[in-house]
């Protein structure tokens, strides 16, 4: 745009940026303040000096909710769903994606509604229940990964990148006797990792958050992941919840700093790669939404 | 000559018996590739559609599907004569309605806001920070809100209390329910909502900006003739698919804030349904609850879809 450089204009920049800036701070002022307050102690905390820098600096939060299994064990397993999903998720999303960005394939739409058709309606919370119970998978690892394998939303950000790539690219290697497979695995994937990278991106984000699969599918506890142990821990000791199932490692309420810490903990993985992805995160938004 | 003569096939209206066969053959590799994943869509999206039978039985589940018995549209009539019904709809509407309504122009005006900045850098910064939120879970959110808000040394009540008045109970009450659901949707949700409108105002020609500015137009003028006009049909999109959201949308939310204090204005669809459903083994009347659910919300899509085509906008199908 070209500098209007008007006095109306300026005060506008001036309202609109700071309006901004708080808007921005708010964002992320509860984070910065649960992180601080994970490394202070609970004197500290109490003594209500505390907002956002704590003046004394402790790991006691943390050494209390390491000093059982746990954490790790949630941690373990949530690493684990998370590395494993995004695999086999990528996996058939990319494959069934490519498949369907081929124009010349018949049923091509039929498909495409099929998939377009689950995004608005949905048999429900039990029928899936008891499918999933109906192939044994309750209270298995892959409970949490198969019932949710693939995004629809995912699948069609995927299928448009596909379908956008240079046809001329396909048809030379048809034309040098590749087969499908051939074309896909040497030619399309290397020249997608864009896209694959941002849709891998936002499936580790929902299997690192996974909570809703793991409470109605998971019956042992030792199988839950870290989002489950974070309600037990910070929702449910505070007393004030729904259901109080399942209340066994920590006996009386934690105190805030050991919430706080769990929060991190269960935080951490997200706001550590989120810096050096974010710009990846918002492109591949974009990518399938607005012909989506 | 292979490639020379499949588009002409497909020209000729290539359903003729042997075109059509030739060109499912000579694609059956991107069949394997699609197989997975369109296993995947029949058995754990169409299978339970089917499933919603069930809704139509006395689903006992050792005997099974084929062998429940048929008690057609007992449940249903149970769900409209159950007193919670009213309770349900009434906080589920209610909870819809603040999000259209309180929700859904944050992240165009923050759109807007953002799309006025012109040092690139600073705009990155301020995206980069509202983006956050979306990515913690809903555990996180409502964790973090806890901490917060908590009566036993929460920061708010706190601060509250430093500025001489009365601690508030936010996390139990029934009249900050409603208002905390929806702050904490508009913080975790409406930095990353700005994206979709955002793209859609880089597509504006800035030659309208131009000739508003010749015309003597301000800043605010400008935002409210051209740029919003010209971003009217994603909103109408986004409109329709939310409104099939409606009462999708949430469970992880709600159900993390559900407590008995709370219960009259928190219960919804979806949280009854689980409750009903799983906890106490009810199958087929929550099916039947969950059925009555979707079936509105698919309406209320077709609904919204049909009438934006009207007004002349394009609908999502």
Redesign the interface.
Known sequence: ??Q?KSI??RL??IA??T???L??????L??I??IA?SFTTVAE??S?RF?LIPTKWSLDAYRYIFSTNTVFRAMAVSIGVTTLGTAFSM???S??A???S?R???GRSG?MF???F??????????????VKA?WLVDTYAALV??T??NAFN?IIMRNFFQNLPEGIE?SA??DGS???GI?FRIVIPLSMPAIATISLFYA?TY?????PAI?YLNDAAKWPI??I??QI??LA?G????TSGLDDYVR?PE?TI??A??VV??LP??IV??FL?KH??KG??LG??KG | MREATAPNTMAAGGKTGSGLMKRIVKNRALYLMILPGFLFFVIFKYVPMGGLVIALQDYQPYQGILNSPWVGLKHFRKLFADPQFFMILRNTLVLFAMNLAFFFPVPIILALMLNEVRNQLFKRTIQTMVYIPHFMSWVIIVSISFVILSMDRGILNELLVMMGFEKINFLMSKEWFRPMYILQIIWREAGWGTIIYLAAMAAIDPGLYEAARMDGAKRLHQIWHITLPSIRNVIVVLLILKLGDVLELGFEHVYLLLNAMNREVAEIFDTYVYTAGLRQGQFSYSTAVGFFKSVVGLILVMAANWLAKKAGEEGIY
């Open positions: 745009m070209v209007d109306g204009s506008f920049d609109n940026c309006l901004l800036a808007i921005g701070l708010a964002a992320i509860p984070f303040h649960v307050g905390l109490a209500k907002v996996l058939l999303t494959l069934m490519y498949g369907l081929r010349d394939l018949v498909i099929m998939v377009v689950t995004m608005l309606f949905s048999g429900g919370m039990i029928p899936t229940f008891l499918v192939l198969v019932p394998a693939i699948l048809e048809k034309i087969s499908d497979w896909l984000v690192w958050n996974t909570y809703l109605l989002q489950v974070l309600r910070v929702i505070s004030l919840a729904a259901d309420p805030q919430k706080m769990v929060i269960a935080t997200i706001l989120y810096p974010q995160f918002a938004a974009l939404s607005i």
